[in-house]
């Protein structure tokens, strides 16, 4: 049983994570840090979806913010929702503390009606462009951009790893979510994929801050950018 202080590439204002959910992720995303170049996919990661009983024992009395499946997709379309509901009335048993949910299929967020008294609700976007379809066979992106949009929740958006974008889509879609912040980060493993010039990242930046949006550039997006600039959410 684990809970694990949030670290490496994580975002910073995160305290901890946990990952009561197991099975294979069918997103097969290309960049997935789950999947490590030495030593393989976990076994707990492995095979069908299934609760991990031992981790459903954790408690969460620790105060801070938990990031909630921080390994695999707690709102994928294959995961019962008898899994997410038990999941979520565990984090309901500490409501002091702060958890967050992320999901490459946020229309599964609008089925829930009982959510923990302090969470944060995210989603990736990769790019508004089809070429998305080359890296992940998640829900494209303008999908969850639709579902985020509806949403009416505490929310953010993850630009990460980041792929080249049409600049006025991309920033008429975050403009359109409304979320608290927007998270930006570039590809950290070197999976070739294809990014954007750092022109085009710090103009998106540039218009997302103009248009009054909280921007949170991680470090690993210094690479694009040939700027470093760290900023750390108030918690």
């Not at 684990?2 to 995303?29: F, V």
């Not at 992940?136 to 949403?151: G, I, T």
């Not at 600049?167 to 403009?175: A, G, P, T």
């Not at 949170?216 to 918690?235: A, D, G, I, W, Y």
Request: charged letters at 30%; proline letters at 6%; one cysteine or more.
């Amino acid at each position: 049983m684990s809970i694990n202080k949030a670290k490496g590439n994580m975002y910073d204002w995160a305290d901890y994570t946990h990952n009561p959910l197991g099975g294979r992720c069918p997103h097969e995303c290309k960049y997935c840090y789950v999947d490590n170049p030495r030593f393989g996919r976990a076994k707990r990661y492995q095979g069908a979806v299934r609760l991990l009983e031992n981790e459903l024992k954790v408690k969460y009395e620790k105060p801070g913010t938990y990031f909630i499946c921080t390994m695999n997709d707690l709102f994928g379309r294959w995961v019962p929702i008898e899994y997410i509901n038990e999941v979520l009335s565990r984090c309901r048993q500490w409501p002091d503390n702060t958890y967050i949910f992320q999901s490459k299929n946020p229309i599964r967020f609008l089925e829930i009606m009982d959510w923990p008294k302090n969470y944060l609700l995210g989603t990736t976007i990769e790019t508004n462009r089809s070429t998305w379809e080359n890296v992940s066979y998640a829900p494209n992106p303008y999908d969850r951009y639709l579902s985020m949009k509806c949403l009416e929740a505490p929310k953010f958006v993850t630009l990460e790893p980041l792929l080249d974008f049409d600049e006025q889509i991309l920033l008429q879609w975050i403009i359109d979510i409304q979320p608290e912040f927007v998270n930006i980060g570039a590809d950290s493993k070197g999976h070739g994929l294809n990014e954007p010039d750092g022109g085009k990242v710090r103009w998106l930046i540039r218009d997302l801050r103009e248009a009054h949006i909280e921007v949170l550039e991680k470090s690993n997006l210094e690479r694009l950018t040939h700027e470093h600039r760290r900023f750390v959410r108030n918690k």
